[in-house]
């Protein structure tokens, strides 16, 4: 069964330092997201990606956030200057149409 | 405001019984709806995407009420195995900006 790899598993950073989350969502796919879940909350929304560039963003994606498909197969979130409350589970996910969307095992972001 | 709204629980049933929840969302126009299946601290993965006419995949039924905006979910015979949390998720137009619910907490009890 085709899967989504997020790496690293588990990422503990210092508070301003930066950290880039890695996907490779299913080769054939064309949407990609990022939600994050914070311990104990729901999932949100971060970003959707569509054709090389952001299609739709929530406010918690600011500047300090920002995604890439570098290579044509990873997928990446980079957050700039992390703070204690990025502490969460990041989630990629990727689908076509007529699927439905498939998650990684998620980023556990640890900041101190 | 996009919402999805769930009674967070947590359900607690003896094994083997029936146990229903429901989830209401508020965009009218919302496109698709599914039932995701979250264990504790590992990604959500899809239980059961759900149609107007109401699906069924063994012991799980889904419906769907669009004339009062609600998804259900029905667990026949529960197992042990059948605790988790179980989110609504809402897709409410075609960019697939999935809209999630908190999620109901099912503890099944031997």
């Known amino acids: 069964e085709p899967e989504v790899t997020q790496t690293p598993s588990h990422q503990v950073t210092q508070m301003g330092q930066e950290v880039i989350l890695r996907c490779v969502p299913i080769?054939?796919?064309?949407?990609f997201y990022w939600y994050r879940q914070i311990l104990g909350q729901k999932v949100e929304f971060l970003v959707s990606?569509?054709?090389?560039?952001?299609?739709?963003k929530s406010e918690i994606f600011d500047d300090q956030f920002s995604v890439e498909r570098p290579d044509g197969s990873n997928f990446t979130l980079k957050i700039r200057s992390t703070k204690l409350e990025d502490s969460a589970m990041y989630f990629c996910?990727?689908?076509?149409?007529?699927?439905?969307?498939?998650f990684g095992q998620g980023t556990r972001l640890t900041v101190v | 405001r996009k919402e999805v709204e769930q009674d967070p629980g947590p359900f607690n049933v003896p094994e083997g019984a029936t146990v229903a929840f429901n989830c209401t969302y508020s965009?009218?126009?919302?496109?698709?709806f599914f039932w995701y299946r979250q264990d504790c601290r590992k990604e959500p993965k899809l239980l059961m995407s759900?149609?107007?006419?109401?699906n069924e995949d063994g012991r799980f039924t889904a419906q769907l009420n669009r004339a009062s905006q609600y998804i259900s979910l029905l667990i026949r015979d529960s197992k042990l195995s059948d605790s988790a949390t179980y989110l609504c998720?809402?897709?409410?137009?075609?960019?697939?900006?999935?809209?999630w619910g908190a999620g109901t907490k099912l503890i099944i009890k031997p």
């Open positions: 080769s054939n796919h064309l949407y």
């Open positions: 998720v809402v897709n409410p137009d075609s960019n697939y900006q999935l809209i």
């Open positions: 990606f569509y054709n090389n560039e952001i299609s739709e």
């Open positions: 996910a990727s689908y076509d149409l007529n699927t439905e969307a498939f």
């Open positions: 759900v149609y107007s006419s109401g």
């Open positions: 965009n009218s126009a919302s496109q698709s």
